[in-house]
């Protein structure tokens, strides 16, 4: 193959990732995707997120993850509002990814992140700090919104640049993708996809019965407790919580879906006493 060939199935696909970029229209506001070009397709997604799950599977000491069969009650519990979210049809992948929940027991944590291809990690630490199954329900969101607008791709990507990308992407680097999925464990996110991922949690539950502004009361008990100047980590690149509550129950008022806290899915202090 020549150099210009070489060069120009990149360049091909660039310039494809570039239209569908423009012409992408949704829900939410898309300031940021008309700066996202993610060269990654869904199985490098899949393939990433499964590569951080084993990582994580691998280091117990870090990662202390309740057994699914021992506790499988509280797995029910969170795997039912998982369902409800994804049956509510606002997500754009939520065929394409594992969307597999895991626990960790770690009650001084408040944390909760998803991977690519769709591995979700709750600690008990947030679990127990949240009042209602709303609250809890509007974080989940929040973080299935990062793997379903592809946030950790997009982000890998400004900081590694669209070469190693590309060359993950077409097979040529194999070695790259558990160097990034480790770096993976550290990512932040821009604040214009913590602000996405925020609204987009507010578009999923407004599908479901769950109060559709249910994340923004996590942050009002942030501000309640005067907890706000100890951000939790995966709060660290987010705006100001104040600012955020004001953003997702404007969002929830735009879009006329209920803020009445749900009566279904079981009893959420049952379900924290579920866990160790």
């Known amino acids: 193959m020549s150099v210009l060939s070489k ?9 494809c990732f570039m239209l569908f970029n423009s012409c992408k229209k949704d829900e939410a506001d898309t300031s940021c995707d008309l700066f996202d070009l993610d060269l990654f397709p869904i199985s490098k997604d899949v393939a990433l997120g499964a590569e951080v799950a084993g990582q994580i599977a691998a280091d117990p000491t870090t990662y202390p993850v309740l057994d699914s069969v021992k506790y499988a009650a509280a797995y029910k519990y969170l795997y039912d509002m998982r369902d409800r979210i994804l049956q509510g049809g ?11 929940l895991r626990i960790i027991n770690d009650k001084n944590t408040l944390n909760a992140f998803c991977t690519p291809g769709g591995y979700i990690y709750v600690y008990t630490g947030l679990i127990e700090y949240l009042d209602k199954a709303d609250d809890l329900a509007g974080v989940l969101g929040h973080e299935m919104a990062h793997a379903d607008r592809r946030h950790s791709t997009k982000t890998l990507q400004s900081q590694y640049g669209i070469s190693i990308l590309l060359q993950i992407a077409l097979g040529q680097n194999p070695g790259a993708l558990a160097t990034l999925a480790t770096n993976l464990l550290t990512l932040k996110y821009s604040r214009c996809h913590e602000a996405q991922a925020d609204e987009y949690s507010v578009i999923y539950l407004s599908s479901t019965s769950y109060s559709c502004s249910g994340a923004a009361s996590f942050f009002e008990k942030l501000i309640a407790t005067g907890q706000t100047g100890s951000t939790p980590a995966f709060l660290s690149t987010h705006p100001g919580e104040a600012s955020r509550v004001t953003a997702i129950t404007t969002k929830a008022a735009n879009l006329g879906c209920s803020t009445a806290p749900s009566t279904t899915g079981g009893s959420y202090a049952d379900f924290k006493a579920l866990l160790p």
């Open 7 to 15: 060069l120009r199935l990149p360049v091909m696909m660039l310039g």
């Open 90 to 100: 606002k997500l754009d992948h939520a065929a394409d990814f594992k969307w597999q």
